[in-house]
């Protein structure tokens, strides 16, 4: 069964966010003790034309408020005994998602199909982490 769960969470798409994670909780309904990663990606600004006029610190003070903001957001949705781990990673989403499912040998991803609503097919990075990928992953629409 899967018992060590990466879940990947876009914070800009909440409704999205909240199905994965009520998701996740249904298929570890049975299990004791299951363990939840819980990973949102910040992507580089990669325009260093807006990357000169930013200052210094910008990537290390965005991805602290982003941790916050993961920690409030799982509140809401987790039962409070629920283990939770937060992960807030930098750089491309399939290359980091990929890299911390083995980086934490997850037993299975789970992400949404694409983060813009009604969206057709699979977004690139679904298709990549689903493509590069070693982990086994459950693709939500």
Do not use: C, W
């Not at 990606?41 to 990537?59: G, T």
Request: glycine share 2%; hydrophobic share 40%; no cysteine.
């Amino acid at each position: 069964m899967y018992n060590k769960l990466l879940l990947a969470i876009d914070l800009n798409n909440p409704k999205g966010s909240q199905f994965v994670i009520e998701n996740a909780l249904r298929l570890t309904a049975q299990i004791q003790d299951p363990v939840f990663r819980v990973v949102t990606i910040v992507e580089p600004v990669d325009d260093s034309f807006i990357s000169a006029f930013l200052p210094k610190n910008f990537d290390k003070s965005v991805i602290e408020e982003v941790n916050k903001a993961l920690h409030e957001f799982t509140q809401k949705y987790f039962p409070p005994n629920a283990k939770v781990q937060h992960i807030v990673a930098h750089g491309t989403v399939y290359e980091e998602l990929n890299r911390i499912a083995d980086e934490k040998d997850v037993d299975l991803i789970l992400m949404l199909a694409s983060s813009k609503p009604n969206a057709k097919g699979l977004s690139n990075n679904t298709r990549r982490v689903a493509k590069y990928g070693s982990k086994p992953v459950l693709i939500l629409k």
